[in-house]
């Protein structure tokens, strides 16, 4: 499969970020939506949701972030099902630190026991040797010290299991302690127009604190900064009603205004919009487009 154009387009430079020796496009694909109602078990049409991850590489994404617990393995086998062998430039993400439970809740798994039995899930399921990037997932209410989790992603590093660490849910105070450790090249911390990630973000962040902060940090330090809940669970127009106003005289969406939004916030941010449908796939990858004026990102910033 050929690698479609990386800067076609782009109306936000730059159009690709650096994960360590890694280089994607700065508008990658969330798996989350893959799996069946509440992320669990099957889709009700599994040939589509493969349809989706081979249209996503057509386009040109080369950067899809998943997990294990999604489904739980669904996500991932889908992905496998779809693009395995996968195209040499696709760089597959995926975070560890939390699981599920039998009423479809989410809970942490930060020792470093399950830390391994879920990268060890993740590299059957998505039929890999090494993981090319894992985002430690960090859960307070765990009762793990955060070193500790880290300590035992850089032994499976050590081991070949995993390319680059990455982290998520995390403040500033926390990714400067895991600098002083080791390389970190992207954060995965909840930011959108409108501050809202509904139930699922609920339940597992960590009181973050300060969002702007933790972007400048990763825009100093050059780390990606990946935005989950991007589209505020698919609730981002009537959350934020200035998105439809200049949706409009871009004939454009709301959603798409809000990645475009993203997009110019900052030259490290890297949208992760996740859909079960390829018509909103292409439309989220046409917000590539989309240039903002200084006035219309200060508008939505509001």
Same mark, same amino acid.
């Given at each position: 499969m050929n690698q479609p154009a990386r800067t076609e387009g782009f109306a936000h430079a730059p159009a690709t970020i650096r994960l360590g020796d890694l280089e994607?496009? @700065?508008?990658?694909?969330?798996?989350?939506?893959?799996?069946?109602?509440?992320?669990?078990?099957e889709p009700d049409d599994p040939q589509?949701? @493969?349809?989706?991850?081979? @249209?996503?590489?057509?386009?040109?994404?080369?950067?899809?972030?998943?997990?294990?617990?999604?489904?739980?393995?669904?996500?991932? @086998?889908l992905i496998a099902e779809a693009l395995h062998p996968y195209p040499s430039h696709l760089v597959i993400a995926t975070k560890l630190g939390g699981k599920r439970l039998p009423d479809k809740g989410w809970a942490p798994a930060l020792r470093p026991e399950e830390l391994r039995k879920g990268a060890e899930e993740d590299l059957r399921t998505l039929?890999?040797?090494?993981?090319d990037v894992v985002h430690l997932r960090n859960m307070p209410i765990a009762g793990v010290p955060f070193m500790e989790s880290l300590d035992a992603l850089l032994a499976m590093q050590a081991e070949g299991k995993i390319r680059h660490l990455a982290l998520s849910n995390v403040n500033a105070h926390e990714i400067e302690?895991?600098?002083a450790r080791t390389p970190i090249v992207a954060v995965q911390n909840m930011f959108n127009v409108s501050g809202?990630?509904?139930?699922f973000a609920k339940l597992t962040h960590s009181e973050v604190d300060d969002p702007e902060g933790v972007l400048e940090l990763c825009a100093r330090k050059k780390i990606a900064y990946?935005?989950?809940?991007?589209?505020a669970v698919g609730n981002v127009g009537q959350q934020k009603p200035v998105l439809a106003e200049i949706a409009a005289k871009h004939g454009a969406t709301?959603?798409?205004?809000?990645?475009?939004?993203?997009?110019?916030?900052?030259?490290?941010?890297?949208?992760?919009?996740?859909?079960?449908?390829?018509?909103?796939l292409e439309q989220n990858w046409d917000a590539r487009r989309i240039a903002l004026s200084p006035k219309e990102v200060a508008a939505i910033a509001k």
């Open positions: 994607v496009q @700065r508008m990658g694909y969330g798996a989350m939506r893959l799996p069946g109602k509440d992320v669990w078990g589509r949701a @493969r349809n989706v991850l081979k @249209r996503a590489v057509e386009l040109g994404v080369d950067f899809i972030d998943t997990a294990w617990f999604y489904g739980p393995l669904v996500s991932n @086998r039929r890999l040797e090494r993981l302690k895991a600098l809202g990630g509904g139930a990946l935005p989950y809940f991007p589209l709301p959603a798409q205004i809000a990645l475009a939004w993203l997009l110019a916030r900052s030259p490290v941010m890297l949208p992760i919009p996740g859909t079960s449908s390829v018509e909103h």
